[in-house]
């Protein structure tokens, strides 16, 4: 295997080549808005992508925006290409990186993440993703060095020294997590058609209903809060906490962030159980979902909760009232949906025969979306377990078998 001269400075112990990140790129660069912002964007097209696309290890269409062609045709130096690794480089979610899905290219990107494309020959598109996982806490101080915003600089990503091994090694050592990887996201394939398939239903007899009803006269709107942040023994403990930040899919929300039993008294959220829904309505506004495990939420989110009214057709009753309160949602500093929004909304209700239905359908697709969802976690729990000690060399791999 040959290595470009220029990009090596030392060899350390395992045989690896340290180098610096610019070194082995063939690409390294922000995005753009297309003229026009967010008036630019169209129903379909080509992919725009923005940060909310970014997750950590995984893209996310969720809330994908679309151009035209020849807006597309003025970014043609943001166009991305199969195995682009996309890096959120400013804002709260700064230091998230996943691949690009092929499913959704042609596509272009904007000015808040960046394209890093590793040189074939010499690093693993895979590997170079697991290595800026690893080096997550580091990116973050870097981002947090700014006087303004978190934000991570071309200069500071090209700097970013790498043990890089051999093409072999780079392989076993990302075939591992690959599998994991792989599990994941066809966990999340199923939840996605099981949820479409639970939608659908439930559209057909929505749209059938002729019982309108007030939005609050079947579902109670709940608050959350947050406690304070310089406390740390607030957090850590063993209660899930919910904040916007934690939106990964459309229905069942698992959250890794977790508050003190103290910390759940210090704030004004109480515990909600299971299947308990979640609206997102400040920033990220209109995100819904079941909750997969008891949790409390901060105050950017409501809690919904039926007046008589089985929870899953809380979810979908939320879901249509939430679609069109969303593009109303606005506020002074961030977008916003206030319960007074809630309580202007009409929503049609079904019959007691047509909720038994449904509810006899959906009932078993959600409860293996929620399985699927806590073995997604376990998975991410052994992932992130077994990422560093893989890239440090403590895991060998030598045996693994490809």
Same mark, same amino acid.
């Given at each position: ?130 290595? #800026? ?5 580091? #990116? ?23 043990? @890089? ?11 591992? @997590? ?26 057909? @007899? ?15 709107? #709940? ?97 249509? %009232? ?39 359908? %959906? ?15 376990? #998975? ?21 078998? @490809?």
């Amino acid at each position: 295997m040959k290595y470009e001269l220029h990009a090596i400075k030392s060899v350390v112990g395992r045989g690896e080549i340290m180098t610096r990140l610019g070194d082995i790129c063939e690409k390294i660069g922000s995005g753009a808005t297309p003229h026009g912002g967010k008036e630019a964007y169209c129903l379909e097209g080509i992919s725009f992508v923005r940060s909310q696309n970014i997750g950590d290890f995984s893209f996310s269409a969720n809330g994908l925006a679309h151009i035209n062609n020849e807006q597309a045709k003025k970014l043609s130096n943001v166009e991305l290409k199969p195995n682009d690794i996309l890096l959120n480089i400013t804002g709260d979610s700064v230091a998230r990186t996943c691949i690009i899905d092929s499913e959704y290219l042609p596509a272009r990107v904007n000015q808040h993440v960046a394209i890093i494309r590793g040189k074939k020959d010499i690093v693993l598109s895979s590997y170079l993703l697991y290595f #800026l996982q690893w080096k997550k806490k580091y #990116l973050l101080q870097l981002a947090s060095a700014g006087a303004t915003r978190n934000a991570l600089t071309k200069s500071m990503i090209e700097q970013l020294e790498i043990e @890089l091994p051999t093409i072999e090694q780079q392989r076993k050592i990302a075939g591992v @997590l690959d599998k994991i990887q792989e599990k994941i996201k066809l966990n999340q394939k199923i939840n996605d058609n099981l949820e479409q398939q639970a939608a659908a239903l439930f559209s057909s @007899l929505y749209n059938r209903s002729n019982t309108e009803v007030r939005y609050t006269d079947l579902i109670q709107i #709940l608050g959350g809060g947050t406690p304070k942040t310089g406390e740390t023994a607030y957090w850590n403990g063993n209660i899930a906490f919910f904040t916007p930040k934690d939106v990964g899919t459309p229905y069942t929300f698992i959250t890794e962030k977790t508050i003190t039993e103290e910390g759940l008294s210090h704030c004004n959220s109480r515990l909600y159980p299971v299947n308990t829904v979640f609206v997102t309505a400040r920033g990220t506004v209109g995100k819904v979902g079941l909750s997969g495990v008891p949790m409390a939420m901060n105050q950017s989110c409501y809690a919904l909760v039926g007046k008589e009214t089985h929870q899953l057709l809380v979810y979908f009753y939320t879901l249509k %009232a939430v679609d069109r309160l969303k593009h109303k949602a606005s506020g002074a500093v961030f977008d916003a949906i206030t319960t007074r929004d809630f309580d202007s909304e009409q929503i049609m209700k079904l019959s007691d025969d047509d909720a038994k239905a449904f509810l006899c359908v %959906a009932e078993p697709m959600f409860q293996e979306i929620l399985n699927n969802g806590i073995e997604n976690l376990q #998975l991410s729990t052994l992932r992130d377990f077994l990422l560093p000690k893989l890239m440090s060399g403590e895991i060998d791999v030598s045996s693994v078998q @490809l």
